[in-house]
């Protein structure tokens, strides 16, 4: 019934227990999930979940966060997204939530690696997963330009405000809730998940990170993304079967996932 859209099952806190997840996430009727590439050096763990379990997908990128690992190349990643079981290309985008020390201009390798993502999603018409933290207007300015409009994807475990998110769907992208949703100081990001287009509302754990409530702190599993449609579920006044029923027809629509 459910999908998780952007989950770590590669992390070792969730590979270290795999079989128990794979359970608990049937008993919670998540059906599917998107296991995210942050580096290519774990890509190959990435794409082996999803070779050996028909439920789990893969991406292949590298995170903005991930100084000190090997760069991507349009080439590279193009090679890597041909495999059938590798949906999307990412997480890329951009974080200048912890510059330590360094101005925005210093960031400029963030922002070419960002462009070698968004030119390989144009070239493979794979979409693209986004990660943006604390630089939501470099990161439109950037998807616009080298995008070109034809780019699409998601916005990731979204916390900007209502204008961004719109902005974004205004470029055709989706929008991503995780558990933050159910945070009690996401009150801002509640009106944001009330105000946008339905049809680009996906939802997500971010797993390990950011269980939601009543697991805020605790180790986060898909299991858990029905405690996100829920609240979704609350704040649209519908059934969270309604909330399961149009996040999965989002997401198998955006990533292309067999019906
Ligand atoms: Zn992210
Ligand atoms: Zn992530």
Not at 180 to 189: D, M, Q, V, Y
Not at 215 to 235: D, I, S, Y
Request: charged share 20%; aromatic share 6%.
């Amino acid at each position: 019934m459910f999908i998780d859209s952007h989950c770590h099952l590669s992390f070792p806190e969730l590979s270290s227990q795999l079989p128990a997840i794979l359970q608990a996430m049937q008993t919670a009727q998540v059906e599917q999930a998107i296991c995210i590439s942050t580096t290519l050096e774990e890509f190959p763990s990435v794409l082996a979940l999803a070779e050996s379990h028909p439920q789990l997908w893969a991406s292949v990128g590298v995170h903005p966060d991930n100084e000190g690992v090997r760069e991507p190349s349009v080439d590279e990643l193009l090679r890597l997204a041909a495999h059938p079981k590798v949906l999307a290309i990412g997480e890329t985008g951009l974080d200048y939530y912890r510059l330590n020390g360094r101005s925005i201009a210093d960031m400029e390798w963030q922002r070419e690696r960002f462009r070698v993502h968004i030119r390989a999603a144009r070239a493979c018409g794979k979409p693209l997963v986004v990660h943006t933290r604390s630089s939501s207007f470099d990161t439109l300015q950037v998807l616009k330009d080298e995008g070109q409009g034809a780019v699409k994807g998601v916005f990731h475990c979204f916390t900007e405000d209502l204008a961004t998110a719109q902005a974004a769907v205004d470029l055709g992208f989706h929008i991503s809730f995780s558990g933050i949703l159910t945070f009690k100081n996401a009150e801002g990001l509640r009106e944001v998940a009330k105000a946008l287009p339905r049809e680009r509302v996906l939802i997500e754990t971010d797993s390990p990170y950011l269980a939601p409530v009543p697991f805020r702190g605790k180790l986060n599993t898909p299991a858990l993304v029905p405690h996100v449609a829920a609240e979704l579920a609350r704040l649209w006044d519908e059934s969270i079967e309604t909330v399961a029923a149009i996040t999965r027809r989002n997401t198998g629509a955006l990533f292309g996932l067999p019906a």
